[in-house]
């Protein structure tokens, strides 16, 4: 099942880059078109569907744009985030720093962080199946 889901998984990754190229020729064909109406193709309506969507200018930073949008009264457009990878890696680092006191039952992990961040931090570790295949030994 492993094998059958990495193969489906590569084919559909073959078939997103095929899909996207015929969307570009597509867009292209459709919005040079005077009408702007769709078109038929193998039983399916193919049309453009128009988003609008508001994104930072190319050369503003993203705190210009958190500066200007708390300035101009609309703050509630900006929300304060944490990086959960980042936090992560520094937490299996300390872990790895510390392996030998927290295999002894000396500290827990949670003892290693500042005290209001561990009330507020959950640290337990979750597990996932991997199945792998097998390598052969090859014969000299």
């Known amino acids: 099942m492993t094998r059958e889901k990495r193969d489906l998984e ?10 996207e190229a015929i969307s570009i020729t597509l ?15 193998g039983g399916f309506n193919i049309h453009l569907r128009r988003e609008l969507w508001a ?32 936090l992560s890696a520094h937490v299996r680092q300390l872990e790895r720093e510390h392996e030998a006191e927290i295999l002894n039952g000396e500290i827990e992990l949670r003892d290693l962080l500042p ?25 000299k």
Do not use: N, W
Not at 115 to 138: D, F, N
């Open 115 to 139: 005290e209001p961040l561990a009330a507020v931090l959950s640290v337990e570790p979750t597990y996932k199946v991997i199945a792998m295949q097998k390598q052969t030994k090859r014969r």
């Open 27 to 41: 867009k292209e064909y459709l919005l040079s078109k005077e009408d702007l109406e769709g078109v038929t193709i």
């Open 10 to 19: 590569g084919r559909l990754e073959v078939i997103k880059e095929e899909l």
């Open 55 to 86: 994104r930072k200018a190319e050369l503003a930073t993203t705190e210009e744009v958190c500066h200007a949008l708390r300035a101009s009264g609309m703050g509630q457009f900006v929300k304060e985030e944490f990086s959960t990878s980042s």
